[in-house]
């Protein structure tokens, strides 16, 4: 058995650092999302794989969205350290409220962060404006610290 020297033990603790910081950073950034519901789509021991809906709102919008994720189940998933599939739905109407002035909105903006695995991958919704076809476009993806998902889902909403 080899002992590791104290550079790689350095290097070790500076990573789980880093990996902390970056999970702080991306919790303090993230909107809450309430839970709806869930389906069962395969059983394990430990808990099963579902397909969870989620709902958000626009910060400065009256628009609501639903997001449909799959959610990894089994040991892994118990204790909140599997790696969630980058599988994904997104849908969104106005929810009501006073209408805003559109062009007043940055053209493109990042409207919410939702963890999707233990450290690395975020699921980041996008809100597009498209003042040409008065419409607000919601687009989601999967990126992570190193490596994102070429995965998406949008939905537009007529303004």
Known sequence: MTIPSLSALRRSLLAFAMAGAVTGVSAACAQSATTLGGVNTSFHLFGS?????????DPDLPVTCY????????????????K???RFSLSCVKSGGVPTDITKL???QNITKLRNSFL???????RMIDQEH???VYLVTSQGLIDGSPANAISAVSW
Do not use: E, Y
């Open 49 to 57: 794989h579902d397909v969870q809906v989620s709902s958000f709102t």
């Open 67 to 82: 997001l449909s994720r799959a959610q990894t189940g089994g040991i892994k998933g118990a204790v909140g350290i599997a």
């Open 84 to 86: 969630n599939p980058t």
């Open 106 to 108: 940055p053209k493109q």
């Open 120 to 126: 690395f991958t975020n699921l980041v919704i996008t």
């Open 134 to 136: 008065s419409a607000v």
